[in-house]
């Protein structure tokens, strides 16, 4: 990690070992389905599939009254036997894939600050690929992590400081967000690393057969009220 003054930089990396497929649903209902035989339907028993390895970098910049950020990810799946990113057979049966994946995502954004009326405009844009595995189970995006998706996310937002007299602390903020968000999903699936991620574009019939039908494009405005100390 490297700072000095608002230049930032940090490079982070991490593997998760042993990872499962699936929590441990404590219904029989939800982890084999209603009218199946152990082996088959629901979710089935849980396994260890193997692990992940992962890396991201982040550089964060200010010039004057422009603030800039850009980062990448990369992520590679290392699966024992019982396979990450596995396919389904024509009869319901799962093909376990055994090859290494590797996905990667870029996140860059600009907020320009207009202190005397305590304004910030704010761009954002991220992608991801086909195989990309974000770990953000715990984001506070409204409909989902747009930084897990497996597509295009544009956002736009504007922030208010609001006038609230002497900071309290160095953390001290109050403000109002109000933003707009555009997801573009190009491959289904959502930080799993269970399934094999499909084209929503050329598999849809394959899609549908497996009872999925993923939406291609959402859209969500939000307003938010926000306090650090």
């Known amino acids: 990690m490297f700072q000095k003054g ?22 029989d209902f939800v982890n084999y389905g209603a009218g199946f035989p152990m082996e088959q339907g629901g979710y089935g028993p849980r396994k260890n599939l193997g692990n992940i390895y992962h890396t991201s970098a982040v550089y964060v910049d200010k010039y004057k009254d422009l603030n800039c950020f850009i980062a990448g990810g990369w992520s590679r799946t290392d699966p024992n036997e019982n396979g990450m990113f596995n396919s389904m057979g024509m009869t319901g049966e799962i093909i376990p894939n055994t090859d290494t ?20 405009l704010g761009a954002e844009y991220n992608h991801g690929s086909q195989y990309w595995v974000s770990f953000s189970p715990d984001h506070d995006d409204i409909y989902m992590s747009k930084l897990a998706t497996r597509g295009n996310v544009y956002e736009l937002c504007l922030i208010y400081d609001l006038p609230t007299g002497e900071a309290i602390s160095k953390y001290d903020k ?10 573009d999903y190009e491959y289904s699936g959502y930080f799993d690393w269970n399934m094999r991620p499909l084209d929503l574009g050329s598999e849809q019939a394959l899609l549908r057969m497996m009872g999925q039908d993923p939406v291609e494009r959402a859209d969500q405005v939000y307003m938010t009220f926000e306090v650090y100390f």
Do not use: M
Request: hydrophobic letters at 35%; aromatic letters at 24%; a positive charge.
């Open 101 to 120: 994946e590797n996905g990667y995502s870029i996140y860059a954004g600009i907020r320009y600050d207009l202190d005397r009326c305590g304004l910030k």
């Open 174 to 183: 109050t403000f109002v967000r109000l933003g707009w968000q555009h997801y």
């Open 6 to 27: 608002p230049r930032f930089h940090k490079i982070q990396v991490f593997g998760a070992f042993n990872l499962f497929n699936y929590p441990e649903f404590k219904s």
